[in-house]
């Protein structure tokens, strides 16, 4: 079944309204000035020209036309022409969609008050009350849609600016996670091997020389994340990724690249026991967010308990998730959740928060006795 297409398929601008208005205005004006004809009431047509034919710019002039409109329905009622109102009725719509509430709500009054002082003087009380009360009706429903519709359309956009703030606020948050994980653990490696080949520069070159290539090599590597990263900045039109952008966590390498965090912490001094078992394809999404809780495992590790031992497993858990388990034999004591106050680190709260994303869970704490241990949850979309 192809898909129905709208009635009016491009949007209506200003000046589309303006013309529908003015349209509108001459064939209502005509209408009921041709019914005044008819009833040989000849004398209220300019009346009722002169009060449905400024409807044509009520959109520009919304409180001048309502009250031109109303000073002219009110001679016509005057003149005869009980259905006066109806005019007073558009106008008083489009007053209550673009006007500030306090002029709105005058208008309807002083609409009210007009159109029960001309009914007050039909020929019976009877029709009078009548007139009025239908009169009366048909303002207050005029009103009251054009005040909801202006209401509704207050309300969609604060929302759509409320909306806008917070994917600019995501963006931050994700584009600021993103250079951390890239560059935290490289500058941690980076560190301890320049602290070693300052260490044994003297009494063993040999050693300073190599833990200088792998400065080096580490640089290159940590300057090629950083330009995946940056590159969320400019996202393409396509390859879009569950985190809202282009890019960004996507641009992690995977399970893949888990074994090369291996042996980046290896030559900071952490012996690591790596066990991956998982597909490196096991999800588009899943599997660079895996990546990145190593990472920073790792750099935790390497920040706090190197030299020590350190226990990387990426297994499935239970039915449809990814257990990530890392632990050391470093010291026991408690590893804050939060960054220190003025550092700009992110430490684990960024990995927690990185596992919420993906609607999985993340728990750190020390081991009984000795050690710190990072175990993340993640869901696994279904094939």
């Known amino acids: 079944m192809s898909e129905s297409r709208p009635l009016i398929a491009r949007r209506l601008r200003p000046g589309h309204w303006v013309a529908l208005d003015a349209a509108a205005a001459v064939l209502l004006g005509a209408g009921f000035s041709a ?27 919304p409180g001048p036309v309502f009250y031109w409109a109303l000073a002219a329905a009110t001679l016509a009622g005057l003149a005869g022409e009980s259905e006066s109102y109806l005019v007073v009725a558009v106008a008083l719509h489009m007053v209550a969609l673009s006007e500030p509430r306090r002029p709105a709500v005058v208008a309807l009054v002083v609409s009210l008050l007009v159109v029960a002082a001309v009914g007050s003087r ?40 409320q909306s806008a703030r917070q994917a600019v606020t995501d963006e931050r948050l994700r584009i600021a996670r993103e250079l951390h994980d890239v560059v935290a653990h490289s500058l941690s490696v980076i560190t301890v091997r320049a602290a070693i080949a300052n260490h044994v520069a003297e009494t063993h070159p ?26 969320t900045l400019r996202p393409a039109p396509t390859s879009t990724h569950r985190d809202g952008g282009t890019g960004g966590i996507g641009s992690a390498p995977g399970l893949a690249g888990i074994p090369a965090l291996a042996a980046g912490a290896r030559a900071a001094g952490v012996a690591v026991d790596l066990r991956v078992d998982l597909e490196p394809t096991v999800s588009e999404g899943v599997g660079p967010a895996v990546y990145r809780i190593v ?23 239970e039915p449809g998730e990814v257990m990530v388990v890392v632990s050391d034999e470093g010291p026991s004591g408690p590893r804050s959740l939060a960054p220190p106050a003025g550092s700009g680190g992110q430490g684990l709260a960024g990995m927690r928060e990185r596992a919420a994303l993906y609607g999985g869970t993340l728990s750190a704490g020390p081991r009984p006795g000795y050690g710190f241990v990072v175990e993340a949850r993640l869901p696994v979309p279904a094939p």
Not at 36 to 56: C, E, F, I, N
Not at 125 to 131: E, G, I, K, N, R
């Open 35 to 61: 019914a005044a004809l008819l009833q040989g009431r000849a004398v209220t047509v300019p009346l009722l020209l002169a009060s449905w034919l400024p409807l044509a710019v009520r959109r520009r002039w």
């Open 295 to 317: 990472q920073e495992a790792l750099t935790n590790v390497i920040k706090h308990a190197a030299p020590t031992r350190c226990q990387v497993t990426v297994a499935p858990g």
């Open 122 to 161: 039909q020929s019976s009380w009877a029709q009078a009350l009548s007139l009025t009360a239908f009169a009366w009706l048909l303002l207050g429903l005029s009103w009251t849609v054009g005040m909801a519709v202006r209401e509704q359309r207050a309300h969609a956009a604060r929302a759509i600016r």
């Open 206 to 231: 040999e050693e300073a020389r190599r833990a200088l290539a792998l400065i080096e090599e580490t640089g290159h590597a940590a300057l090629a994340d950083m330009r995946l990263v940056l590159g």
